[in-house]
Antibody, heavy 120, light 108 residues
């Protein structure tokens, strides 16, 4: 069965960096794009962008450029989200979610989410 | 950027009743590229509907979606206890792909 399993919660100080992983199983990794979605406490969902699992080319939504980096390790079917120079407002649950290349850009499977807390 | 506005913010109903949730877009959503998700506390969203009216795999037929252009509706025909959750819509007709703020469906 399809699974996206994310790394565990993180507590970081302002200015630090964090790297969240998302390991895929149960399907061919390169047949789906991997997206990242943020949900701040008590807020709605916000699409951060996606990475092409064939080429490794990332696309960032407005507001997620500069400090946010998407990457892959296709040998272990894993996508990564790295956030640098963390700020308190980066505190959120971060989800990975896949999208089929052949079809619309809706998210059919999601990781369980990773809570990143930024606090001094 | 397409802004999605969901109403009502909270809907209080009893099991067995019918729920009607609205999602209105600030501009027309091309090709009815509109999805609905269910989210329970502490869980990831779950895809219910895509293409405005197509049910995702494994979704019960009490869930149905309709609409086009700027007005979309999610209907739950007879509420089951497990249906009480937050529902949000998402448009994927144009990037950036945006979500509504959600409707909380609570037990009356």
């Amino acid at each position: 069965q399809v699974q996206l399993v994310q790394s565990g919660s993180e507590l970081k100080k302002p200015g630090a960096s964090v790297k969240v992983s998302c390991k895929a199983s149960g399907y061919s990794f390169t047949t789906y794009a991997m997206n990242w979605v943020r949900q701040a406490p008590g807020q709605g969902l916000e699409w951060m962008g996606w990475i092409n699992t064939n080429t490794g080319n990332p696309t960032y939504a407005q507001g997620f450029t500069g400090r946010f980096v998407f990457s892959l390790d296709t040998s272990v079917s894993t996508a990564y989200l790295q956030i640098s120079s963390l700020k308190a407002e980066d505190t959120a649950v971060y989800y990975c979610a896949r999208v089929p290349y052949s079809g619309g850009w809706y998210f059919d499977y999601w990781g369980q989410g990773t809570l990143v807390t930024v606090s001094s | 950027e397409i802004v999605l506005t969901q109403s009502p913010g909270t809907l209080s109903l009893s099991p067995g009743e019918r729920a009607t949730l609205s999602c209105r877009a600030s501009q027309s959503v091309s090709s009815s590229y509109l999805a609905w998700y269910q989210q329970k506390p502490g869980q990831a969203p779950r895809l219910l509907i895509y293409g405005a009216s197509s049910r995702a795999t494994g979704i019960p037929d009490r869930f149905s979606g309709s609409g086009s252009g700027t007005d979309f509706t999610l209907t739950i025909s007879r509420l089951e206890p497990e249906d009480f959750a937050v529902y949000c819509c998402q448009q994927y007709g144009s990037s950036p792909y945006t979500f509504g703020q959600g409707t909380k469906l609570e037990i009356k």
